[in-house]
């Protein structure tokens, strides 16, 4: 089975732009659920999305949003960039969904200039 | 703050040696896991524990669950350079379908 997938690998923004990030999950996987990584804050929690249904949601401004399509591929999307977005962007997907084991994808690093 | 906190934040063992790092955590689960991350890359599953198990084994790894406690442990036995990365626990912090991350341990495995 192909893994997790995750579009682009490396972003360059500027601040006040918007930016999509794209993740396949593994076919079969109904869950995607989508992390923050930087080195202040770690791993963060941003979303979780089963079914096209998004069942949770972390601590961060509503400038972050994701989707899920019927196909299980998902799409974070990040409006009005501030510096401070700048991390790495991991995606993962489950059977089950977050909780269970996650299978990660290799991230998109974004820097927001 | 997160959920899962990791004990040391990092350790430099010689190859051969064992390493165990510690993960405490606030509120009830269903389950615990342990990751791996390599140079900031995407981290691998390692191993994952349930809130009625005790003590589970993976080839070298071993992960231990203390719920009155509400701390696990992982042991790396016999470890190798390959070995050098951050290990992360995670909980699914009771079912909220979302997984909480602790802060990693470090651990540098010396040739």
């Known amino acids: 089975k192909a893994g997790v997938t995750q579009t682009p690998r490396y972003l360059i923004k500027t601040r006040g732009q918007q930016v999509t990030l794209s993740c396949s999950p593994i076919?079969?996987?109904?869950?995607v659920s989508w992390y923050q990584q930087t080195p202040g804050q770690g791993l963060q929690f941003l979303f979780e999305?089963?079914?096209?249904?998004?069942?949770n949601k972390g601590n961060f401004p509503g400038r972050f949003s994701g989707r899920q399509f019927s196909n299980s591929r998902s799409e974070m999307n990040v409006s009005t960039l501030e510096l401070g977005d700048s991390a790495l962007y991991l995606c993962?997907?489950?059977?089950?969904?977050?909780?269970?084991?996650?299978?990660f994808g290799p991230g998109t690093r974004l820097t927001v200039t | 703050s997160q959920q899962g906190e990791e004990d040391p934040q990092a350790l430099s063992i010689q190859e051969g040696e064992n390493a165990t790092m510690n993960c405490s955590y606030k509120?009830?689960?269903?389950?615990l896991q342990w990751y791996r991350q390599n140079s900031g890359r995407g981290l691998v599953h390692l191993i994952l524990?349930?809130?009625?198990?005790r003590e589970k084994h993976s080839g070298r790894l071993r992960v231990t669950l203390d719920t009155s406690k509400k701390s696990s442990s992982l042991l790396i036995t016999a470890s190798r350079a390959a070995d050098t990365a951050s290990y992360f626990c995670?909980?699914?912090?009771?079912?909220?379908?979302?997984?909480?991350f602790g802060a990693g341990t470090r651990l540098f495995v010396k040739a």
């Open positions: 993962a997907s489950s059977l089950a969904g977050a909780g269970d084991e996650q299978y």
């Open positions: 076919s079969g996987h109904r869950s």
């Open positions: 999305y089963f079914s096209e249904t998004q069942r």
């Open positions: 509120t009830s689960i269903n389950n």
């Open positions: 524990i349930r809130s009625n198990e």
């Open positions: 995670a909980t699914d912090a009771n079912g909220g379908f979302k997984t909480i």
